[in-house]
């Protein structure tokens, strides 16, 4: 099934997982929720978008660096006069003295990810143009999250799946030692019968204002002999034009 291949990296990520208020935390890798997101950006589809047809596309995400959880301890409304506060939910405000909240808000620093998309031709198609020239300013996961890369690395891909073990990574390779393995992480069971290594609630749920449900996910680990470890930044860059030159894909 053809489809996309995309590049996600940045000084900070974060993928909305399970999580109150107060404490914001991050997924290892890319969300469905937050690819959804930064398609509907591109598209330029306004919030509370149905986007039924993003919902039909699947995800195959190699992690070429898994970057570090970084926590921003955060605060809203300190120094302000009451009636300035952030309100609670019954739109009333707190007493004087306790109109502050206190959050953490995780992110991934340095990491890197390689995902392939596939789908319903027309909306691959349609997410690939809109990436090429998006209508709202794209970001990984939230608005301060910024890539530093092009995301869109090539569209209309054969087999988009099959291309992850060829591309470039993006990541220094070791002085010594043997290789590092490359974790996959897969929305669908990458052998038949393969039981789910674990759960995701980062799926939008059909008419529920930011409600998600869950998914299964098979995360893998292995060496891929013909995809070097190209460097970082302009490294990988370069690397990743040489492949453009030398395959087609």
Known sequence: MSGLLLHLSGPVQSWGS???FEVRTTHRWPTR???TGLFACALGRP???????????????????????EMDFHTIGGGYPRHLTPPTAEGKFRKAGEG???????????????????GPARTTELVGSALRRPVFSLFLGRRSCTPDTPILLFDQVADPVAELDRLPIHRAALRRGPRQPVTFVYDTAPEPGALPDGEVRDTPAPGARRGFTRR???????????APDSGAGTQWINALTAYRQEVTV
Do not use: C, K, M
Not at 100 to 118: H, M
Not at 218 to 223: A, K, N, V
């Open 18 to 20: 399970e999580a109150e």
């Open 47 to 69: 919030r509370g978008s149905a986007n039924h047809d993003l919902g039909e596309l699947r995800y195959t995400i190699r992690v070429d660096r898994p970057g570090q959880r």
């Open 100 to 118: 502050t909240i206190l959050t953490e808000r995780w992110y991934l620093t340095d990491a890197a990810f390689t995902v392939a998309v596939t």
């Open 216 to 226: 299964p996910v098979w995360e893998r680990q292995r060496e891929l002999p013909h």
């Open 33 to 35: 929720s937050g690819l």
